[in-house]
């Protein structure tokens, strides 16, 4: 696929929505609700990129997978009331951590007793289950109601690093690419077509976690990649650091058509954002940064 078919329209959200999703069977696009790391960080200084944590929809042969429920996880909730009901998708956790999964309790649809969905995540590193996870943030006192309020048929699999989901001829392809926040990277296959969502890429990687990661981008029309910061985090500097070289270093190594920069830091506002990806186009002109309502077709 040329880098030419990947598109990113910036018209009203829904029209677009309505016009990519038609007819699709034979369809395969991506939709950014969230592209925040860290914590929500709503202002007028972050409207334009968004301030939601990360949550990405992917429309894949007609089945819909989402990767990460963070605070956009509950935009897309919103946006999927106004389809046709019932619906049944997929939902991808990178990690277990707060800005992965803090969108759950908020998701309407789960609300839907008609509605299916299907859980997938790795342990904690206390050993919970993604299920345990999802549940502790909905009990007193976090949350006024628990899980089990949610009418939805919820179905839970206990992911391992190396497994592979098969979804029909949607294949998912997981791997380990973070040792130290326990996260997984993902990459989903349909015919020749391929997006990979490596949202935890870090400078200290180990050669395997390295191997890894390149694995699961090789050759992807549209590799999703987090902004990668210098520790220790809270001396956050905004100037002679590239943070996003190492997620450009690996869409280089591994061939990948396009690049998207998402996870910004909740200290980067619009102007900011603006200067990096000016740096960032200039050492790889298919890459661009991610914001809330971005469309990215595929096929």
């Known amino acids: 696929m040329s880098n030419s078919q990947l598109s990113s329209p910036q018209n009203n959200l829904t029209r677009n929505q309505d ?54 996880l509950r935009l897309l909730g919103k946006n999927w009331l106004k389809l046709q009901q019932p619906i049944e998708a997929h939902l991808f956790f990178t990690n277990s951590q707060l800005n992965r999964i803090q969108g759950f309790p908020f998701f309407a649809p789960a609300f839907i007793r008609e509605n299916s969905f299907h859980i997938y995540g790795t342990p904690a590193f206390n050993g919970a289950s993604i299920k345990q996870c999802l549940c502790n943030q909905m009990i007193q006192p976090h949350f006024p109601y628990p899980l089990q309020v949610m009418q939805s048929d919820l179905h839970f699999h206990n992911l391992t690093p190396d497994r592979e989901i098969n979804l029909d001829d949607v294949t998912v392809k997981m791997a380990l690419i973070n040792h130290n926040q326990n996260s997984i990277g993902y990459r989903v296959d349909w015919q020749n077509y391929s997006v990979g969502y490596l949202t935890d890429l870090h400078t200290n990687a180990n050669e395997i976690e390295q191997k890894r990661a390149i694995e699961l981008s090789q050759g992807v029309d549209l590799l999703i990649a987090n902004s990668t910061y210098t520790p220790p985090r809270f001396n956050h500097c905004k100037s002679g650091e590239s943070h996003w070289q190492t997620a450009v270093d690996l869409a280089q190594t591994a061939g990948v058509k396009q690049l998207v920069i998402s996870h910004h830091h909740p200290d980067d506002d619009d102007d900011f954002l603006d200067q990096i990806q000016i740096e960032m186009k200039s050492a790889f002109s298919e890459a661009l940064l991610g914001h809330e309502g971005l469309i990215l077709v595929v096929i």
Request: charge should be positive.
């Open 19 to 72: 016009t990519l999703l038609s007819n699709q069977q034979d369809k395969f696009t991506v939709q950014f609700w969230g592209v925040r790391g860290l914590i929500p960080s709503p202002g007028t200084n972050t409207n334009r990129y968004g301030g939601n944590t990360a949550c990405v929809e992917m429309h894949v042969a007609g089945k819909r997978l989402i990767f990460d429920g963070g605070t956009g």
